[in-house]
């Protein structure tokens, strides 16, 4: 067995910034495996990308380039992986725990009969043993999954674990063609269309976020919240209270049914901590409190926190900025 496979995922055009996650990953691992990254990516007219992918660090990428890939076919692009698999005959395959991802590899795993990382943190070498943590209950238990390393081996990274790879011109790698394999009983699903949800707002790339909950207080009392994001160069995240209530859009929710969001600041103003709330932006590198209860759960993870209301914290913080 050779290197370390990274699946390369496309939206719209561009890597994927969860391939970007588990290129970091892989590129730990390969540091305590002794193994290179090498990388596969599908789609039609993807050279440029291909070329792209050998700036974050892979020293080959297999291209599979061709009409049939210009949409995303599940049997097809599993027939394909199989194959090239069997070609290249790495020790572990990588992706991200995205839709995708969740289709795609645990099929792979299951025709190889190999080991699944499911959706897991982060990925280490112990021993003669890969361990993959992986959260259950919203993260209340961390479960460890471990199998040899000497065996093929599938896992599935969750995104906001591991930063994103930094693009280097100064690298190059080789690019290799791989022919699409597909049979005809793979034909039996055919690609229709790609519909892409409008999304107002995309808060998972935000350096700062203001954040309001029910303590907030009221739709109009909402635009507090707004102006501190805007005043800070932020964006608007949400609990899901504020967003049942329909104070704000859907797309700036924060949490277990929203968005896993891991920015330098978070301010969560009227925000309890609620655990479903927690699991999508407790790994925020710096979370600010403002809440007028000094028992709220979101304490417990906060670096700072102001027991005050946040309509007299917010005005005055805006007065220093
Ligand atoms: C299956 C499931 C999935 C869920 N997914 C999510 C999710 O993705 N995201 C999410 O957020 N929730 C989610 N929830 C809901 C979650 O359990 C909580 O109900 C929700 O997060 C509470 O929102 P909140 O903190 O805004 O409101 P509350 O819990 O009511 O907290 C309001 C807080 O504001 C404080 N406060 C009040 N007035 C002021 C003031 N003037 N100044 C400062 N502080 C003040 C209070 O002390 C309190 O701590 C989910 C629930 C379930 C069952």
């Not at 790339?205 to 635009?223: F, I, M, N, T």
Request: aromatic fraction near 4%; include cysteine; proline fraction near 3%.
């Amino acid at each position: 067995m050779t290197n370390i496979l990274v699946v390369i995922e496309i939206a719209k055009g561009k890597i994927m910034g969860i391939t970007k996650e588990c290129l970091t990953a892989a590129q730990k691992l390969s540091e305590n495996l002794g193994k290179e990254v090498e990388g596969v990516i599908l789609g039609q007219d993807i050279s440029e990308l291909a070329l792209e992918a050998t700036k974050y660090g892979i020293k080959k990428v297999h291209k599979i380039d061709d009409a049939q890939f210009a949409g995303i076919n599940i049997l097809h692009h599993t027939r394909t992986l199989e194959a090239l698999i069997n070609e290249v005959n790495p020790s572990v395959v990588i992706a991200g725990a995205s839709l995708y991802g969740q289709e795609v590899i645990p099929r792979l795993a299951a025709r190889f009969g190999s080991a699944m990382f499911a959706s897991v943190k982060d990925i280490t070498v112990e021993g003669d043993n890969l361990v993959g943590i992986h959260p259950l209950f919203e993260e209340k238990l961390l479960g460890t999954l471990s199998a040899t390393k000497h065996q093929l081996n599938f896992v599935t990274i969750l995104s906001g674990n591991n930063p994103e790879v930094e693009k280097d011109e100064s690298l190059s790698g080789e690019i290799a063609d791989f022919a699409p394999s597909i049979s005809d009983s793979d034909k039996r699903e055919a690609f229709v269309e790609e519909k892409i949800a409008k999304v107002s707002v995309d808060i998972t790339k935000a350096k700062l976020v203001v954040a309001g909950g029910r303590g907030v207080g009221g739709k109009e009392k909402y635009s507090i919240i707004i102006d501190a994001a805007k005043e800070l160069g932020g964006e608007v995240g949400a609990s899901r209270a504020a967003v049942d209530a329909d104070w704000v859009p859907y797309d700036h929710e924060v949490g277990q049914t929203g968005k896993t969001i891991t920015p330098d600041f978070y301010i969560a103003c009227g925000i309890s901590g609620a655990i479903q709330h927690l699991v999508g932006m407790r790994n925020s590198k710096t979370i600010i409190a403002v809440n007028t209860d000094e028992e709220a759960p979101i304490l417990d993870v906060a670096h700072y926190a102001i027991i005050a209301d946040l309509h007299e914290v917010l005005p005055e913080l805006l007065k220093k900025v």
